[in-house]
């Protein structure tokens, strides 16, 4: 969509598995001309097709070079956007080294941009002899490629001191004069949107019944992975059906509490509601423990260390427009939990307004119920029902100005964040009342 004229400028998004999502950010000095507090849009954009094509799949720049105990191999950038290479300026090209023992040889990676983290880290070693490690950084993407000296029989990813130490457990224990096979790397440093989505076929670990029409899927990456998806991004699940290749976004999800319910860069979460006419889930309908599905990595521009400067975060979620906003949820409460308010009056806080057309259609419910009780007043969750039944005494119909007024903070008040998910209309109607109400 077209990006509204009187927004200031964008920040980062929060992924839609149906269409687009859209942020909104106050701060005390984001203020229009007539002093009142400007309105912030981001939008992502999650399309109904695969978002590469062909002219976008064109070859990266690569370049052949000698292996070195400690490398900063200078990659090419492919200027295929004006402000490319001031980009790269901006962000530094990482660099890794690497050492050996006779079982074991570690690569580590190290960034003068920030500190790793594992949703900045993907690595594919699945034909055991061959090693691929991709690095973002925001818009960037640096890639280390190359065949191994030898292969390889375990692959684990650890985070220690601001590097990513890469640990590959030999098949043979012998010496390894050189990383790569001939001593020659395949080094790439462009805009990540340039690069072709990749797929993985993936297992189908458990499957749970969350509603009557939605499923949480536990889906296991193959081994000699990695692949963690940073809060706000989103995967696609691809499928060929009738000889025609279909792929829909979809937001992995996570336990609101106790354990997260999957191994990070192993496994992720997936909660998926099944249209029966829908393209692509009713053919997920008969998906079972065990069964195959293709992946890709992941995708998206949400900055989660924008969470830091935040008060309030109010988040509305319609139907299946709430899974974006599990990880929000969790991380946010986790970051507060992490940062000591002592002598603070400041009081940071989620708030959930979830829109369904019955009770049956609520996801979580239980979940987000507990979650309410136990955050000593940090969560709050507000369900509001289009179709409900007789029994319901809760709130009634769609999400309106007023009900957005009630329940959010004032236009006054400051490091207020504003997320919503659902279909397009839902999220043209909350870009209209974000800005009516000078959220």
Avoid at 65 to 70: L, P, V
Avoid at 190 to 212: F, G, I, L, P, W
Avoid at 216 to 245: M, Q
Wanted: aromatic residues 8%; proline residues 5%.
């Amino acid at each position: 969509p077209q990006k509204p004229k009187k927004l200031s400028r964008i920040l980062s998004a929060v992924t839609n598995k149906k269409s687009f999502s859209d942020l909104f950010k106050r701060k005390s000095s984001d203020t229009s001309s007539d002093g009142r507090a400007a309105v912030l849009e981001v939008s992502n954009g999650a399309p109904s097709s695969l978002p590469t094509s062909p002219v976008n799949q064109r070859k990266m720049g690569q370049i052949a070079s000698r292996d070195r105990r400690r490398s900063s191999l200078p990659a090419v950038l492919v200027p295929n956007q004006k402000g490319t290479a001031a980009e790269e300026q901006a962000i530094p090209q990482p660099h890794y080294e690497w050492n050996e023992t006779v079982k074991m040889v570690t690569v580590s990676f190290y960034s003068t941009y920030k500190e790793l983290e594992p949703g900045d880290v993907v690595v594919d070693a699945q034909k055991a002899d061959q090693l691929t490690v991709t690095i973002y950084l925001r818009s960037m993407m640096y890639r280390v490629s190359g065949d191994l000296y030898a292969a390889i029989s375990e692959l684990s990813v650890n985070f220690v001191d601001k590097r990513c130490d890469i640990c590959l457990t030999k098949q043979e224990t012998m010496h390894w004069p050189v990383l790569h096979k001939d001593d020659v790397t395949s080094v790439t440093f462009s805009r990540r949107k340039n690069s072709a989505m990749k797929y993985y076929e993936c297992t189908v670990k458990d499957v749970k019944q969350v509603t009557h029409d939605t499923k949480l899927f536990v889906v296991e990456f193959p081994p000699l992975t990695y692949v963690s998806i940073p809060v706000g991004h989103h995967i696609y699940i691809r499928k060929t059906i009738e000889g025609c290749e279909v792929n829909r976004p979809y937001t992995p999800v996570i336990n609101l509490q106790g354990e997260v319910g999957y191994e990070s860069g192993r496994s992720i979460l997936l909660m998926i509601k099944i249209y029966p006419s829908g393209a692509l889930t009713q053919h997920l309908v008969d998906v079972e423990v065990g069964s195959k599905i293709e992946l890709s990595n992941q995708d998206g521009k949400f900055q989660v260390d924008c969470l830091d400067r935040i008060v309030t975060l109010c988040l509305v979620g319609a139907g299946s427009g709430f899974t974006p906003m599990a990880k929000l949820i969790r991380t946010f409460l986790e970051k507060i939990e992490s940062v000591e308010d002592v002598g603070s009056t400041t009081f940071r806080r989620v708030k959930l307004l979830c829109a369904n057309k019955t009770e049956g259609d609520r996801m979580w419910k239980e979940e987000l119920a507990a979650l309410q009780v136990a955050s000593n007043g940090r969560f709050e969750v507000l369900d509001t029902l289009s179709q409900p039944s007789s029994e319901w005494s809760g709130h009634k119909g769609r999400v309106t100005k007023q009900m957005l007024e009630d329940f959010f903070p004032s236009s006054e008040e400051e490091g207020v964040l504003v997320c919503y998910c659902g279909n397009m209309a839902f999220n043209n109607m909350m870009r209209r009342q974000a800005i009516t109400l000078r959220l």
